[in-house]
């Protein structure tokens, strides 16, 4: 393996431990859960889940996982709590 190619993979390791490096912007995906499959996307800090909880709260738990995972990676818009969700109809 050449040199140059050994200092690269260090520096992708480094990087891969520095997370406060990457902000995410723009993320869609498919979430397996334990009753249905839903699909959740982030977009300018706003976050959209298909599933019921989301459409009544504005938040649920798929976005409450993704978050743990994502941790410092999010916008500060984008980390939202669960228990401080208002519903829907009542912002509406």
């Not at 190619?5 to 990087?15: P, Q």
């Not at 941790?71 to 829907?88: D, K, R, W």
Request: hydrophobic fraction near 40%.
């Amino acid at each position: 393996m050449h040199s140059s190619l050994i200092g690269k993979v260090e520096k992708a390791n480094r990087y891969a431990r520095e997370l406060d490096r990457i902000s995410i912007e723009r993320v869609a995906l498919t979430f397996r859960g334990d009753n249905d499959t839903h699909h959740v996307s982030l977009d300018a800090g706003q976050w959209h889940c298909t599933c019921h909880y989301f459409e009544s709260w504005g938040s649920c738990v798929h976005l409450l996982a993704l978050q743990k995972i994502f941790g410092v990676m999010l916008p500060e818009e984008a980390q939202v709590s669960i228990f401080n969700a208002t519903a829907a109809s009542a912002i509406a």
